[in-house]
Structures are given as structure tokens and as C-alpha cells.
């Protein structure tokens, strides 16, 4: 059995890009994809909760997913979220991404309905069975409202191969621990990544293989500085960018869904994009752009 994670390191949950009318901006996403890969990025995960999937309709999602595989053509690995409400989208998207040529899908349980253990190990196992792609799951219960536990990942990943890692944005440590020592116990190249960017020094330190977090679309320096610190064992300069950036989650209190506060900091660090998101998101007040500034300027970005 390989010990070595198919994806790690950083890979940005990229911001989608609309222009004024709401209409994917091609051109803007480009040159966001090209600033994240000239900062050395692992990768790129589109349509996650900051890309605005759960705002868009099918075929929206498909636009972006058939464009950003096209535009990226093999130069990192392309990760499409496909997470749905419904199995049958979930397992369509999937598929989508695969005939366009996506390395692997990223799949967040299903929101609104608590489900049963079984009912929710049945999603999964549903969409296993259908695609053939490296399905990385995706633990965000603060909005879903249903926790993957360790247990039950240990369990998918132990019956299905192509389960090959997940992301982790839980703000416990604790959850994270758990997650590397039981399932890379029986997967060691399961891949956990830190979803928060407050812990990707913890979940390096305790064994896992980076992060997938938002400050990566406008601050990649820091997470991939300490991504390689770690990774050189130079703990020192990690922990220095650690510090630099705990500001940084102060941000995403700014609005609810945060994603406008993200295209807002991508603007302030110099990169020309729409900052258009889709409602119910909203523009960002001119009061909360000072506040961004200002945590922006307490991590010496700007």
C-alpha cells in the first residue's frame, strides 16, 4: 500500500469569479488562476463553499468546472467540488468532471436534512460505487450541521480506495488528531487537510498534508511558507508565519457568507477581479472593507 497522498500541500479553494451581471468572468478567474500558479500553489479546488457552488445551478457549475480543466490543462492537479443536496447531482457532477478532465471531485455531505448513520454512509457509498475519480470528502458541519467523524471516514476510506483524503474545516484540534492517527492508520495515504487557515500548523505538526483554505487566494505566501517549513522541519520560520497570519480569520466575520470578504482582500493585495457575488451573498459595506484593510494590515500584507 503507497504511503504517499495522491494531493497535499496548499491548494486554494478558489474564488469564482462573476462579472457585474452575475455572468462567470473567464478572464477574471484566469487571472486569479495564474497569480496562484505563479505563487507555487499544489493545486486548485473550484466550486467549494468560497467558489459559490451552493448559489449556482448545474449547468453554472459545469461552465466553471468544463473551463477551469481546460484553462489549467494538466499544469497542477484540478480538484471540482460536487456536493450536493441530492445524491443523483452529486453523482452527475462528479461524472461531468470527469469527462472534462478534473483529478479528482470534492464531495461535502449533504445540508438541510440531518441524516441517519446510515443513510449518510449510503450517499457516499452510492457515489463511490458510480465514480471512478480520487473523492476527497469534505467536513464543514458549522454548515452542513452534521459532523463526519473519524470513525466514519475511517470506514469509508478502509472500503473504498478511491476515498483518498478530506478536508477538515472543524475549528478543533482535537477532530483534526483524530482524523490523521485513526484513518491514516488503516490509509496511510490518506490525506487530511486543515480546512481553517488557523490550523494548518497543527494539522502539519500532528502528520497531516496541508491545507485547503481561503487566505491562499489572496495570501498564498504564508500558507505555502509554512507549508515548506514544515515540510524542511524549520519550525521556526512556521511558527513567525503562523503568527503573521492569525489575523486573518478575523476577516471572515466581517459578513455572512463571507466570500465577498475574500474577493474584497484579493483586490486590496493587488489583483485586478470583479468582487460581484451571487445572492443572497452582498456587496461588502464600505465600513467592513475599512475592517479588512485593517486586519489585512495587522498580518503586514498590505
Not at 502528520?207 to 517549513?229: K, M, R
Request: charged share 20%; glycine share 8%; aromatic share 8%.
Amino acid at each position: 500500500m503507497s504511503t504517499t497522498p495522491i494531493f497535499k500541500g496548499i491548494i486554494p479553494p478558489v474564488s469564482t469569479v462573476f462579472d457585474e451581471n452575475g455572468d462567470f468572468d473567464q478572464q477574471g478567474t484566469a487571472r486569479l488562476i495564474e497569480f496562484l500558479l505563479n505563487a507555487g500553489v499544489n493545486g486548485l479546488f473550484f466550486l467549494g463553499t468560497g467558489g459559490e457552488f451552493s448559489q449556482m445551478s448545474v449547468a453554472g457549475r459545469k461552465e466553471v468546472a468544463e473551463f477551469a480543466t481546460k484553462y489549467i490543462d494538466g499544469r497542477v492537479p484540478v480538484l471540482i467540488g460536487t456536493g450536493s443536496a441530492s445524491t443523483d447531482e452529486v453523482i452527475e457532477l462528479s461524472l461531468h468532471a470527469k469527462d472534462v478532465g478534473a483529478d479528482g471531485v470534492v464531495v461535502i455531505n449533504p445540508y438541510y436534512w440531518p441524516l441517519t448513520n446510515d443513510n449518510l454512509r449510503g450517499h457516499y457509498v452510492k457515489i463511490a460505487e458510480a465514480v471512478d475519480l480520487p473523492i476527497l470528502l469534505y467536513n464543514f458541519p458549522n454548515l452542513t450541521g452534521q459532523d463526519l467523524s473519524p470513525e466514519f471516514v475511517r470506514d469509508l476510506a478502509s472500503s473504498y480506495s478511491h476515498i483518498v483524503g478530506i478536508k477538515e474545516t472543524v475549528d478543533t484540534a482535537g477532530h483534526i488528531r483524530e482524523m490523521i492517527l485513526k484513518v491514516k492508520s488503516v490509509r496511510p495515504d490518506f490525506a487530511v487537510f486543515a480546512g481553517f487557515d488557523d490550523h494548518l500548523f497543527n494539522t502539519m505538526a500532528l502528520g497531516g498534508d496541508g491545507a485547503i483554505s481561503a487566505s491562499a487566494n489572496y495570501a498564498p505566501e504564508l500558507t505555502i511558507g509554512i507549508y515548506q517549513a514544515c515540510l524542511e522541519n524549520d519550525y521556526e520560520n512556521a511558527v513567525n508565519l503562523h503568527r503573521q497570519l492569525a489575523p486573518l480569520p478575523l476577516m471572515y466575520k466581517l459578513d455572512s457568507p463571507f466570500v465577498n470578504v475574500i474577493k474584497e482582500a484579493i483586490v486590496m493585495r493587488g489583483l485586478q477581479i470583479s468582487t460581484h457575488v451571487l445572492a443572497p451573498a452582498s456587496p461588502l459595506s464600505d465600513e467592513n472593507k475599512e475592517e479588512l484593510r485593517a486586519i489585512l494590515k495587522m498580518a503586514n500584507l498590505l
